[in-house]
């Protein structure tokens, strides 16, 4: 029978029809409708409509040669349901072959060779209890509520550029001040630059903010049409559910090209030698565009060996009232999405944290997780070392929209105290090894291995191309460089590198290193052969830190300890 309906869909048959019976619809059959009701605002066969006068005796029903009423009645195809490519037709059906909504139109023109053509009613069962059906509303409002926040930010640019602007020109005029009457072209045509700059970036900041209110607009459509939708029939519903995904997705590409620049800023570079090349010069100063990136200092710093400084320190609780312990934050990663992923060993439990550190939700393990190891995107994998050989191993969850979901596991048949991820390969630390598996946990070997103490090999961290392996050896007092085939390069020591725990390396090639009993947090140079600086101790807020991870995003170091709370140390 389905072989029978695709052959009649590509020869183009009336089996397809432009008006099909709402009724009919709904109860699965697919039925040329022949008059349409304008206060029903419903399709009607002929047996359907004769029931409906029966109950609606004064109404008006319009019949076929008033086909022409129809497309022009309010609600006879509003824009949830009409297609796209062809506005004056209805969709009706959907192509499992290139996963799009259909009308008639689109299949005889388009369609004709797919093979998996199914009628909406058909796939729209049970779509009104899917889960994220019921999603839509929430990813709509918070893509609105982001939209209206970055307007907010761009309306506090246009005005911060403003204020520059004056501040600019103050500077400008005190210059001005010191020199003769030869500098009044120079300050015009200073000014012209700046001002231009000035104008050019503000014609960004209007053109974002302008799309900034259009998207807000037509979410705030989306969202009613959509509330509308998801109250009426499962096709209905089906559609919106469709079109509300498609506007998620261009919504969320807009608003990842406008957030790539987080916002312009303007300086005026003074020449110190304006006197005394004054015949020569033609502004006062180069107007130069700044912007900051949210891909900052990691991408930005080319060198690996620059030396932090600290701007402040913060702490932010991540206690829960149901934990039972005070929290030991084992592992730390920031997701692509800004969420922080956490590793609260004493309390088995991995924590789900928003920008402002506050916790999103959280997810039991069992056993005591001890590392959190970044795969692809959102999801991370948590390595829980257990005595219990079936717990113990690497537990794989998925961390976006405020929710943490477990995904998969693989046991190990060793320890489980850390990993790392590179190149397709998790590299795991056993305590006094580390080795190297598939993805799908399959052994490839042993890359290193030290057995003169239990926590040789505690932490491992790989450079970005590969090439090295930073391994903290808890028990040595040292942290131990490798290149890729296991070979050390490297073994540094340190006064304030008394059992060091977390590593980590940031796409640039910057180390950090926590040491527990010294309670600091180090920076190293990008062989592992000496300390570059101490950027925080234990009155800096530090308590026997266990990790850290690097934010690109807020240029901050993110460390967890045996405390309840993460220590954020700003870094310039």
């Known amino acids: 029978m389905a072989s029978n309906f695709e052959s009649s869909i590509q020869r183009g048959c009336d089996f397809i029809h432009d008006f099909s019976c709402s009724p009919c619809e709904e109860n699965g059959f697919n039925?040329?409708?022949?008059?349409?009701?304008?206060?029903?605002?419903?399709?009607?066969?002929?047996?359907?409509?004769?029931?409906?006068?029966?109950?609606?005796?004064?109404?008006?029903?319009?019949?076929?040669?008033?086909?022409?009423?129809?497309?022009?009645?309010?609600?006879?195809?509003?824009?949830?349901?009409?297609?796209?490519?062809?506005?004056?037709?209805?969709?009706?059906?959907?192509?499992?072959?290139?996963?799009?909504?259909?009308?008639?139109?689109?299949?005889?023109?388009?369609?004709?060779?797919?093979?998996?053509?199914?009628?909406?009613?058909?796939?729209?069962?049970?779509?009104?209890?899917?889960?994220?059906?019921?999603?839509?509303?929430?990813?709509?409002?918070?893509?609105?509520?982001?939209?209206?926040?970055?307007?907010?930010?761009?309306?506090?640019?246009?005005?911060?550029?403003?204020?520059?602007?004056?501040?600019?020109?103050?500077?400008?005029?005190?210059?001005?001040?010191?020199?003769?009457?030869?500098?009044?072209?120079?300050?015009?045509?200073?000014?012209?630059?700046?001002?231009?700059?000035?104008?050019?970036?503000?014609?960004?900041?209007?053109?974002?903010?302008?799309?900034?209110?259009k998207w807000t607009i037509e979410l705030q459509n989306m969202i009613a049409a959509f509330q509308t939708k998801a109250k009426s029939s499962e096709s209905n519903s089906y559609i919106a559910y469709r079109k509300s995904q498609d506007m998620i997705s261009q919504a969320n590409d807009n608003l990842r090209g406008i957030s790539t620049i987080e916002c312009y800023n303007v300086t005026c570079k003074a020449n110190n030698r304006i006197k005394e090349l004054l015949s020569s010069i033609k502004t006062f100063g180069v107007i130069e565009e700044q912007t900051v990136m949210t891909k900052q200092r990691e991408d930005h710093l080319s060198d690996p060996n620059l030396v932090f400084s600290v701007a402040e320190y913060k702490e932010y609780n991540v206690r829960m009232r149901n934990d039972k312990n005070r929290c030991a934050i084992q592992g730390v990663f920031e997701t692509p999405s800004a969420e922080i992923v956490i590793a609260d060993r004493d309390n088995c439990k991995v924590k789900l944290l928003d920008k402002a550190y506050r916790v999103l939700d959280h997810c039991g393990v069992p056993g005591e997780p001890w590392d959190v190891c970044h795969i692809d995107g959102n999801e991370v994998a948590v390595c829980v070392n257990s005595r219990q050989t079936d717990t113990r191993g690497l537990y794989f969850i998925n961390a976006s929209d405020g929710k943490l979901v477990t995904t998969r596991k693989l046991t190990s048949t060793h320890g489980c105290i850390a990993a790392a991820y590179h190149g397709g390969q998790l590299y795991i630390s056993s305590g006094t090894a580390l080795y190297v598996y598939t993805m799908s946990g399959q052994k490839v070997k042993r890359l290193y291995d030290d057995i003169s103490g239990t926590f040789t090999v505690m932490k491992c961290a790989i450079s970005n191309d590969g090439e090295t392996i930073y391994i903290t050896n808890y028990t040595g007092h040292e942290l131990i460089t490798l290149n890729n085939k296991g070979k050390k390069q490297a073994s540094l020591t340190d006064p304030d590198m008394k059992s060091p725990i977390g590593v980590h390396v940031t796409s640039a090639g910057h180390v950090f290193v926590c040491c527990s009993s010294s309670g600091t947090v180090l920076q190293v140079d990008k062989d592992g052969k000496k300390k570059l600086a101490t950027l925080a101790r234990k009155e800096d807020g530090v308590c026997r830190p266990y990790s850290l991870f690097f934010s690109s995003r807020t240029s901050s170091l993110i460390v967890g300890g045996e405390k309840d709370t993460v220590l954020v140390i700003k870094l310039i």
């Open 31 to 213: 039925t040329e409708a022949h008059h349409y009701c304008t206060q029903c605002k419903i399709y009607y066969c002929q047996n359907c409509v004769s029931k409906h006068n029966v109950l609606y005796q004064k109404h008006a029903v319009l019949g076929r040669k008033d086909v022409k009423k129809w497309e022009a009645a309010p609600g006879v195809v509003d824009g949830l349901e009409r297609c796209g490519m062809h506005p004056g037709e209805a969709l009706k059906l959907v192509c499992g072959d290139h996963d799009q909504l259909c009308c008639s139109v689109c299949v005889a023109i388009d369609h004709r060779q797919c093979s998996k053509i199914q009628h909406i009613p058909d796939v729209a069962k049970g779509v009104q209890r899917n889960i994220e059906f019921h999603q839509i509303p929430k990813k709509i409002n918070e893509l609105q509520k982001q939209f209206e926040l970055m307007k907010e930010a761009r309306l506090n640019n246009t005005t911060s550029l403003k204020k520059t602007r004056a501040a600019i020109a103050d500077e400008i005029k005190t210059i001005r001040k010191k020199i003769n009457e030869m500098l009044d072209k120079i300050e015009k045509t200073t000014l012209q630059d700046l001002d231009g700059m000035i104008a050019a970036l503000e014609k960004n900041l209007k053109k974002d903010i302008e799309t900034c209110e």
